[in-house]
């Protein structure tokens, strides 16, 4: 079974998917034994992390707006590819360090997440997008 | 075939877990292609590297605690999340940066790893752990 | 079907081979629902990035570059592992934080990359090498 779950982002930062990605593998997946996620796009990323508390997720985006600042930061003058903006090419330095695809085992007809592990989808634009994740089940 | 395996560390740092990984392969999956591994937490991290020369994994373990310091650190002033101690959110930046899921093709009952490379537990909490990682044979 | 593809880089950078891929699933990949992509070497990554416009890899390059500089530069002094060179640690860490495995779904008998991705092979050492992928169809 494939199919392709669409996540609107509010621009950057985590939006969390994990009840869309359940809710698949219950109505499809009781035979399946692994759930095979793939996002679509150059400029944002899938990520498991802890969703119990919200400022782990907030955490995450302040160390990566470190590690890549905007291109209009004078330690990121050597960026060439600018032409979506100062956010464009930085959003493609993160989706290269985090996950494009990710696998998550299927036990008993549900995701065998950890008990603190979340589904996310991590978006590098400033602006909201439509992101298309396609999920096979195996 | 799917099953969890136990890898206990000890502290920061790398544990190779290929023989029992191997062992499984050989017993369970020779019809098998491939073996996808995921990790259950969000504080530790799989990784696939050069198991030749321990120096390999010590520099490792000191890159990264350069590019992600502990929260003590000035240069973490910013992290929120610290319930758990200066070692917590760092070790959630980890978590993002390195894999929680890895796939490894199975040719004639084997793992297909290339001469050098070896399956690891990257621990990057300071305390041992006994962590959770799933192995799905398909 | 499981094949090994050989990558040939020309040193330091990123090498696309999407229509290798793309001509295997064409191929042999009518019925199935996955690729599964594995390099076999701590020394390059495989990575899903942009082909429209070359600036994207070449500045990939340059962070990457600042990111893990050479053992030669004073900020990498605590790097042990020398045997091969200045370039050969770095490799090794930029195989640490970028894919060594990916996956990506076939729909209608063709690989279901977004509009803009591409495959490339990164080599992080600076002589050419010739590199083996395996790609696994389910």
């Not at 992390?49 to 050597?78: G, H, K, S």
């Not at 299927?106 to 992101?131: C, D, M, N, V």
């Amino acid at each position: 079974m494939q199919t392709t779950l669409r996540i609107h982002t509010r621009g950057a930062g985590l939006t969390e998917f994990t009840p869309e990605v359940q809710a698949l593998v219950e109505r499809h997946g009781r035979e399946a034994s692994l759930a095979s996620l793939f996002v679509q796009h150059t400029s944002c990323s899938l990520l498991i992390q802890e969703n119990a508390d919200p400022d782990v997720c907030r955490d995450l985006r302040a160390f990566f707006d470190r590690m890549v600042p905007d291109a209009n930061d004078p330690a990121m003058r050597y960026l060439t590819h600018r032409a979506e903006g100062p956010d464009d090419m930085p959003a493609h330095i993160k989706a290269a360090v985090l996950p494009v695809s990710l696998n998550v085992p299927i036990a008993g007809g549900a995701l065998a997440l950890g008990t603190w592990q979340g589904l996310y989808l991590f978006e590098h634009r400033s602006a909201p997008h439509e992101r298309k994740v396609v999920v096979t089940l195996i």
